[in-house]
């Protein structure tokens, strides 16, 4: 495999060349994985994290002088998308570990070493029923945040977080793991993205590190949570896009009725609308994010396309898209949890309404 | 949650409201079957709904967990016994009764339901092969009594035919790798069932298979196995994304021998046979699936009424909006599944029921029918021709399809709407850090299997367009040739 590092940049030709890595590391190294990264058998993930280490993909969006890939961040969604076909999970592992440097300021971001995974925490909307909530206070000895955050995905065994703060008052505060008054627990059961184990996270006068001050901090926040739902959309199309391939190959083999299922009309229609919704999602490739509602429509459309189509493959696969082994069901869960991620969509909505107003 | 009983639940005749009118003309009717869904809420509420997430999660980690302790608790509610005919100790209920319980006990946890539904669709055949098979049905029903479950199942569906052994023209030109072997004194039984429920914890299951595999369709024929037979095995038990709790099984046959007692009806009449069972099986599935939507629906309502994190949010017309559309939703499929079920029993084998000669059959008193003699005359050739002569005579093709056609709609409207409702459920709770996130998730992978067995939903809506749009007659009944070919069939 080419490392990313010798291609990144803006132009069309490398662009390609690093979404054919991306692809590569999905079909080769993640979705022959995708059962054990779902079941989380020891060591899967490691396995999984170090293939994305590997080229890169882990700290993408750093710049080449900090260490870094210096992909832009368009070229990074249409990789989520590669990534994503391979397992959806591990695709989140890698928005939030970029999200999360790209949150920070450069300096600090630069300190977290290769291989490292933190993630982006998104406090909860204030619409979203989680029942989290922190507070942050500044005091002599440094910044104190106190609440809960839950469930948290991919903060389980991350090696730090980095909390953006929504609502009124703004923050971006970075907290390794360790960090006196930090619990980071297991919150099970997780419906899907299973590799991306979320966590039930308590802070109880934990000093974090004031990534950005409050001036900055809301635009940081806005711009965290665009790439988040830019990046959920280009994973919704890639766990979309996965489910049709595998349903209509399964479709041309199996044969009932005397002809391959693919001879059905009730199976071409499955067929057909699965490549229609695909057709209308809006590919990551229109570049950067073009902002924070279109970012949240992309998100609201990929993951519609992604529970419908997943849904439908496990329809053609018959009773044997119900069982764990051929991994249908699986991208049926993954695109179901996403479709709550970062919020459930009818809060989505209200909020792109809000955003178009 | 609490397994308290849930304030949103309906009382029998909120739930069907037209049941008034029927309770002026036979209260008894109505009463009973009021009786029978609060049995079946008490049995759900004190014993399926705690244990639910539990069992899914073992059930996760190793398919082949089974919790008998469940069933057991199931046995004072007459759950096994409650589609055995009174001659042969049960309680004798129709289809309309097996819907209004699974509908309770889906509520509260459709894989463990799933157990008691796999359990009466094996027995399913066996009631219309007249009291052939009162033996066996009084052994589920003595054991009942005595505190020990004994389950049943029904395996139809192969590796290469699941959508094709579903329907009787696909019969015939479906890839069909089991058969069933004629052998002095009966058939040895050949080949592989797949994703059987309670295949791999049943004592009795009941199997379908070809006597001559080049003519599947014309030589159906279904057989009553008894699981402890040399030659049976279970060759694995599924991985399943929901309905956890109720196993399915792969199983195999090598050379198991079942004697002539044991066929199912006469040699050739499986086909007709199956489309009987499906038409009496789909309107409780669609029950499972209003059982499963209603459960996401409480759930939802209850957690929005109590729980401080969802405070303010019934205000919000989207929620408000999503809890109306699925009250919507849940009372159509519930009205469709009663429908459907209301047809299969009066309709259907209305004629049936009422017919003397099923009293004066059934009536043989159970010491007579222990008689080896006297069990071999109920079960000889003659009697089954009697059968069904007297099946014939007391329903037609025509009665039989058009409650197929309703009951495949009513399945096939209840997974979508079990599907639609606990979609929207988990859609309104978000990624809430309450307990009832893990429940509707569960219930949300239960739904899917509802579009998916007793033949997928593109299937069942096949169906319905042969059955009610078409006004096509599909062959139920014994065929009137039925006396000659089974013999032709015995003596080859
Ligand atoms: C958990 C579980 C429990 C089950 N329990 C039992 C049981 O107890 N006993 C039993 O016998 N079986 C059982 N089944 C089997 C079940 O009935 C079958 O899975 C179902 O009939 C579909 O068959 P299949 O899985 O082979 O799918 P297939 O028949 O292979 O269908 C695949 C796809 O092709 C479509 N298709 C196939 N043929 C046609 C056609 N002619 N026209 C249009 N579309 C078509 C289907 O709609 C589906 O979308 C169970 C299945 C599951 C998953």
Not at chain 1, 160 to 170: C, F, T
Not at chain 2, 121 to 140: T, W
Not at chain 2, 145 to 165: C, H, K, N, S, Y
Request: hydrophobic share 45%; with cysteine.
């Amino acid at each position: 495999m080419t490392a990313v590092a010798a291609t990144a940049s803006g132009a069309a030709a490398e662009r390609d060349e690093v979404v054919a890595v991306a692809r590569e590391l999905g079909r080769r190294e993640l979705a022959p994985r995708g059962l054990d990264l779902d079941k989380r058998r020891p060591g899967a993930l490691d396995a999984a994290w170090g293939q994305v280490a590997e080229v890169g993909f882990d700290r993408a969006l750093l710049a080449v002088d900090d260490g870094g890939v210096g992909l832009d961040p368009g070229s990074l969604l249409l990789c989520l998308e590669e990534i994503a076909a391979g397992d959806g999970g591990v695709a989140i592992l890698v928005l939030l570990a970029n999200a999360a440097l790209a949150a920070l300021p450069a300096e600090l971001a630069a300190q977290v070493g290769e291989g490292k995974r933190w993630a982006l925490v998104p406090a909860p909307p204030e619409e979203a029923p989680t029942g989290a909530r922190i507070e942050v206070a500044a005091r002599e000895d440094g910044t104190v945040v106190v609440g809960a955050l839950s469930p948290a995905l991919g903060a389980l065994g991350a090696d730090g977080i980095v909390v953006v703060g929504r609502g009124a008052e703004p923050a971006v505060l970075a907290l390794p793991a360790g960090t006196a008054g930090l619990r980071i627990e297991a919150c099970e059961p997780q419906l899907g993205l299973r590799a991306a184990a979320a966590a039930r996270i308590s802070l109880s006068d934990a000093t974090a590190e004031v990534a950005l001050p409050p001036a900055e901090a809301g635009a940081a926040t806005a711009d965290s949570l665009t790439l988040l739902r830019a990046g959920a959309a280009a994973i919704g199309r890639g766990i979309a896009r996965r489910a049709h391939d595998l349903a209509l190959a399964y479709a041309e083999e199996r044969v009932q009725g005397g002809v391959p299922i693919v001879e059905h009309d009730a199976v071409r229609e499955m067929l057909a609308a699965m490549a229609v919704r695909l057709a209308a999602t809006p590919s990551p490739a229109l570049g950067a994010p073009a902002g924070e509602a279109a970012a949240l429509a992309a998100k609201l459309a990929a993951a519609d396309a992604a529970v419908a189509t997943t849904t439908d493959a496990v329809q053609v696969f018959g009773g044997t898209g119900y069982m764990h082994e051929t991994g249908v069901e699986k991208l049926m869960r993954d695109a179901k949890f996403l479709q709550l991620w970062p919020e459930p969509s009818w809060v989505a909505r209200s909020l792109l309404v809000d955003l178009r107003r | 949650m609490e397994a308290a009983a849930n304030s949103t639940a309906p009382s029998l005749l909120e739930a069907f409201p037209r049941l008034h009118q029927l309770k002026r003309l036979d209260r008894g009717y109505v009463r009973r079957l009021e009786e029978l869904q609060l049995r079946a809420r008490e049995f759900a509420d004190r014993h399926l709904r705690e244990r639910a997430l539990d069992i899914d999660r073992r059930a996760g980690e190793d398919p082949s967990y089974f919790d008998w302790d469940v069933v057991r608790a199931g046995l004072p509610h007459g759950m096994l016994g409650l589609s055995v005919p009174a001659q042969a100790g049960g309680t004798g209920g129709l289809i309309v009764h097996a819907a209004v319980v699974m509908e309770e006990l889906c509520t509260a946890c459709p894989g463990l339901a799933n157990i008691f539904g796999a359990h009466a669709l094996g027995i399913a055949p066996l009631l219309i092969d007249g009291p052939a098979h009162y033996g066996v049905l009084g052994e589920i029903t003595a054991a009942e009594r005595r505190g020990e479950p004994l389950l049943m199942a029904m395996a139809i569906t192969e590796p290469d035919a699941g959508t094709d052994v579903e329907d009787i023209d696909l019969l015939a030109r479906a890839r069909i790798s089991s058969h069933a072997r004629r052998v002095p004194g009966g058939y040895a039984l050949n080949g592989v069932k797949r994703f059987i429920s309670n295949g791999s914890v049943a004592r009795w299951i009941t199997v379908t298979m070809p006597v001559d595999p080049r003519r599947p369709a014309a030589t159906w024929t279904c057989f009553l196995v008894d699981a402890a037979s040399d030659g049976f095995s279970v060759a694995r038990v599924e991985h399943k994304m929901g309905q956890r709790a109720c196993p399915a099984a792969e199983l195999v046959f090598d050379e198991v021998f079942v004697s002539d007692e044991r066929v199912v009806g006469r040699v050739g009449d499986g086909a007709g046979a199956t489309l009987i069972v499906l038409a009496a099986s789909r309107p409780p599935v669609g029950a499972i699936a209003t059982g499963i939507a209603r459960g996401a629906y409480e759930r939802l309502l209850r957690w929005l009424r109590e729980d401080p994190a969802a405070q303010g949010m019934l205000d919000r017309q989207h929620v408000q909006l999503q809890l109306a559309g699925m009250a919507e939703e849940i009372h159509l499929a519930r009205q469709a599944y009663m429908d459907a079920a209301t047809e299969f029993d009066l309709a259907a084998l209305g004629g049936v029921l009422s017919h003397p000669l099923l009293r004066g059959m059934g009536l043989v008193p159970a010491s007579v029918r222990r008689r080896s003699r006297l069990r071999r005359l109920v079960t000889s050739p003659r009697a089954r021709d009697a059968t069904a002569r007297f099946l014939r005579s007391a329903t037609s093709d025509r009665a039989i399809t058009r409650s197929f056609g309703l009951s495949s709609l009513a399945k096939a409207r209840g997974g979508d709407v079990a599907m639609r409702v606990t979609h929207a459920a988990l859609e309104v709770a978000g990624l809430t850090d309450a307990p009832i996130r893990a429940e509707l998730e569960k219930l949300w992978r239960d739904a899917k299997l509802t579009q998916i067995y007793e033949g997928t939903n593109q299937l069942n809506r096949i169906e319905v367009y042969r059955a009610l749009v078409a006004g096509e007659t599909m062959p139920a009944l014994p065929g009137r040739d039925g006396d000659a070919r089974a013999e032709e069939e015995v003596t080859a």
